[in-house]
């Protein structure tokens, strides 16, 4: 079963301005972490920022934020004023607790493409 | 630190024959995982590495096959290759198993089978 959804194929933004982009997860197990990931078109994936399932706060850092609702399993990146150099693939993951399947699974990604 | 390293970064080769792939992980970083990436397919989950041992194994066949050096080094081999077998091959290190610790990505080794 997909554990990892993301919505939109492709996105566009203008320059300067704010986006978000979607992830929703399924899981049973209390204890997991969500992570978001920048592929640009050099093939490179890039770690933009970790949220923990028991996080009461969503994570920021810099430019990027987590909106994290945990009632609804979303995990949605927001990306403030952006700029030319964020277009790129971007991929939500989650890990699932300490058991013998807890390998990192991805969403199918989104494409970003910012306008000057 | 040194990050991921992956080599070789391009390869090219014909249906049937087998390849390897190298990975290093960062140092100190005892989990490697390996990932296929094809433009239809995504990031599909190959297998994880631990401490020598395997201890997760996605939906691959059985020629894709891997194992775990005492240096947390790790190898991926895939035998008699097809032609939906070209992909992006990511390799990635963490430093074990904690659902809080993020994945470092190699750079990738992209093969090409003709």
Redesign the interface.
């Known amino acids: 079963a997909q554990k990892i959804t993301q919505t939109q194929p492709g996105m566009f933004v203008q320059e300067k301005e704010a986006v978000t982009l979607d992830c929703t997860y399924d899981t049973s197990d209390p204890s997991y972490g969500l992570f978001w990931y920048k592929q640009p078109s050099s093939g490179e994936m890039i770690f933009l920022i970790y949220q923990g399932s028991y996080d009461q706060q969503n994570a920021t850092e810099g430019r990027y934020s987590l909106n994290f609702q945990k009632a609804r399993k979303s995990a949605n990146l927001v990306i403030s004023a952006s700029q030319l150099g964020d277009s790129a693939m971007y991929f939500c993951a989650m890990r699932e607790g300490w058991g013998n399947n807890n390998d990192m699974r991805f969403g199918a990604g989104t494409r970003l493409t910012v306008k000057p | 630190k040194a990050g991921v390293t992956q080599t070789p970064r391009y390869l090219i080769k014909t249906r049937g024959q087998q390849v390897t792939l190298s990975c290093s992980p960062i140092s100190g970083h005892r989990s490697v995982?390996w990932?296929q990436q094809t433009p239809g397919q995504?990031?599909q989950?190959l297998f994880?590495y631990f401490s020598e041992t395997q201890?997760?194994k996605?939906n691959f066949p059985g020629r894709f096959s891997g194992r775990q050096f005492s240096n947390s080094r790790s190898e991926m081999n895939v035998s008699t290759l097809e032609l939906g077998d070209s992909a992006?091959y990511?390799c990635?290190s963490s430093p074990d198993?904690?659902?809080?610790?993020?994945?470092?990505?190699g750079?990738?080794t992209?093969l090409t089978v003709l």
């Not at chain 2, 198993?97 to 990505?105: G, K, M, T």
């Open positions: 995982s990932y995504g990031l989950f994880e201890r997760n996605g992006l990511l990635a198993l904690a659902p809080n610790n993020e994945q470092f990505f750079p990738g992209r």
